[in-house]
């Protein structure tokens, strides 16, 4: 099983500025299977990177992922109100499909 | 319009049985692999398990092995989960999503609340 782990655990930062979350697999992730997902509280998750750096459709430009292997980022160029919410890097390129335990992106 | 509606949570005592439903519609059904992934009270999400296309394949989480079994309806455009011997630690907001090995989980249902207690 590939342990995803996700740091920091909180990020608080002001609305336009850069964030940063990290997302560090115990072993390589075959071929960058590697996505992100929104979270916000009574809503359904939501896709917004796959393979490690493809937006998925309709997110906006200001989030980006990179990385490869066993180091993984997603960056959100500059924080609008609406990005605060916990976010989660998951694998699924060998099951079981594992999730981070997610980093959760507040207020300052 | 791509949705998934799951339905068949409540409330249920340790060691005790319940089935949840999810119901797609806006895509081929048939075509897709679809899943269970949980969240429990404060806690992050959880894959549960997997069915493919056709359920010719299928996984499981180890919390979950010999107690839960996934199945799907082509016909009824559905997917299902039953929990039997539950445990407390099963509570959880339980979401269908559609993704597969190398898709990753691109729709999500509101989910459904399971609450094992006495």
């Known amino acids: 099983e590939i342990v995803l782990t996700q740091s920091p655990g909180t990020l608080s930062l002001s609305p336009g500025e850069r964030a940063t979350l990290s997302c560090r697999a115990s072993?390589?992730?075959?071929?960058?299977?590697l996505a992100w997902y929104q979270h916000k509280p009574g809503q359904a998750p939501r896709l917004l990177i796959y393979g490690a750096s493809s937006r998925a459709t309709g997110i906006p430009d200001r989030f980006s992922g990179s990385g490869s292997g066993t180091d993984f980022t997603l960056t959100i160029s500059r924080l609008e109100p609406e990005d605060f919410a916990v976010y989660y890097c998951?694998?699924?390129?060998?099951?079981?499909?594992?999730f981070g335990q997610g980093t959760k992106l507040e207020i300052k | 319009e791509v949705q998934l509606v799951e339905s068949g949570g409540g409330l249920v005592q340790p060691g005790g049985s319940l089935r949840l439903s999810c119901a797609a519609s806006g895509f081929t059904f048939s075509y897709y692999s679809v899943n269970w992934v949980r969240q429990a009270p404060g806690k992050g999400l959880e894959w549960v398990s997997s069915?493919?296309?056709?359920?010719?394949?299928?996984y499981y989480a180890d919390s979950v092995k010999g107690r839960f079994t996934i199945s799907r309806d082509n016909a009824k455009n559905s997917l299902y989960l039953q929990m039997n011997s539950l445990r407390a630690g099963d509570t959880a907001l339980y979401y269908c999503?559609?993704?597969?090995?190398?898709?990753?989980?691109?729709?999500w249902g509101q989910g459904t609340l399971v609450t094992v207690s006495s």
């Open positions: 069915i493919s296309s056709s359920s010719s394949t299928i």
């Open positions: 999503a559609r993704g597969d090995l190398y898709s990753p989980f691109d729709y």
């Open positions: 998951q694998q699924y390129g060998s099951s079981p499909y594992t």
């Open positions: 072993q390589s992730v075959s071929s960058s299977y």
